[in-house]
């Protein structure tokens, strides 16, 4: 009797467990953040290979150029294409051109730089001069009118790309590091690069600039050594508090 109490609740495994050992030995849980922070990392490499003489100068550089500190060494993407995902998520892309100064102003509230009405309203204003002088040109013909409609579209390409900017640079998002090359977007594409930052806060739970992630993780691997190595997205658990 003593010695089956000693293999009932001793170290010997039971077959539950051996079973649960066995199905988990092959596989690795990867952050679904890490993962992105992964590729852009090899993305930038890529980019630097010609500007490099080595490997350790490489990795000398990106960590002067980014500066790390403690939890800001993660790199992250924009959510898709600028043009060809921006309906993706039809319901932002339909604010971003219906209303884009609600649209930017949330953004500006989930980032972190001001309150929504405070930045949809300035946003509202450049759009209303803008739109209120091309009309005066239009009926009048007098260029003081196309001279301040010219002057408040690039106000307002200017506002919205520097703070796309500033986005970029909080939550060191990977992708053009020039500022002109954002306000570039903004002028070309307005819509649809608002449709893109939209996405990228929405998904990644940007809340008060507090980047909290997807949650997601992916776990690869296999159940067995038959068995065909697997791909799956497990949903973050929701607490109630």
Known sequence: MAEGDNREG???????????????????????????????????????????????????????????????????????????????????????????????GKNMKQAGFG??????????????????????????????????AIACTLSIVTYMGFHRMQIRKKFNIKGSDSSLDDCIYHLICPCCTLSQESRTLEMNNVIDGVWRGRGDTICVGGFSKDSKVFSELTPPIVVSV
Not at 12 to 36: G, K, N
Not at 124 to 141: E, H, P, Q, R
């Open 115 to 148: 309150s929504c009405f405070l930045q949809a309203s300035v946003h509202l204003i450049l759009v209303v001069f803008a739109l209120s002088n091309s009309l005066a040109f239009i009926i009048t013909k007098n260029r003081c009118f196309l001279y301040l």
């Open 10 to 104: 001793g170290g010997v495994p039971t077959a539950a467990e051996e079973e649960q050992r066995l199905l988990m030995e092959d596989v690795t849980v990867l952050d679904f953040d890490m993962l992105c922070s992964t590729v852009a990392l090899q993305a930038q490499k890529v980019n630097n290979w010609g500007k490099l003489n080595s490997e350790n100068e490489d990795e000398n550089l990106v960590s002067e150029k980014y500066d790390y500190k403690y939890g800001e060494g993660v790199f992250r993407m924009w959510e898709g294409e600028i043009v060809y995902d921006c309906l993706d998520d039809r319901h932002i892309a339909l604010q971003s051109t219906c209303c884009p100064c609600y649209r930017f």
